[in-house]
């Protein structure tokens, strides 16, 4: 039997895993789409990443499925899409569903917003989030 431990180290040994430095590159350098996976109440007690949408990680894959009705816009499959989560264990588990939903330019932050936070990148207050479907 498999634990989520293993899940997860299996998903970042086959995606790609950006540190903090590469992923504050790519967002300098052009506009990828930064996606911040947390749950609302994570989001709203620590703020997020400057530019980064709000898609917890129980929506991403109906975000991003074009077919699917709560598809949002800002999700094409063919554009630089970068996740991150608390620590980097949902994140990777995402960055898979995105792969298999045919997203081919698709990473994730490792250690996640923690990681980012103490790498002394800057973070946005807490924004003011709808609520989910």
Request: aromatic share 6%; charged share 25%.
């Amino acid at each position: 039997m498999e634990t989520v431990a293993d899940l997860v180290a299996a998903a970042k040994a086959t995606i790609e895993n950006l540190d903090p430095d590469s992923v504050a590159g790519e967002t300098e350098r052009g506009a990828p789409l930064l996606v911040d996976l947390r749950e609302r109440e994570e989001v709203e007690r620590s703020g997020t990443i400057e530019g980064a949408i709000h898609a917890p990680r129980g929506m991403i894959e109906f975000y991003a499925d074009a077919s699917s009705p709560y598809h949002r816009p800002e999700f094409q499959a063919d554009r630089r899409v970068i996740l991150y989560c608390a620590s980097g264990g949902r994140s990777a588990l995402a960055v898979k569903a995105l792969q298999t939903l045919g997203y081919s330019n698709v990473a994730h932050l490792e250690g996640g917003f923690n990681a980012w936070r103490a790498a002394g990148r800057p973070t946005s207050p807490p924004p003011v989030l709808p609520q989910s479907p």
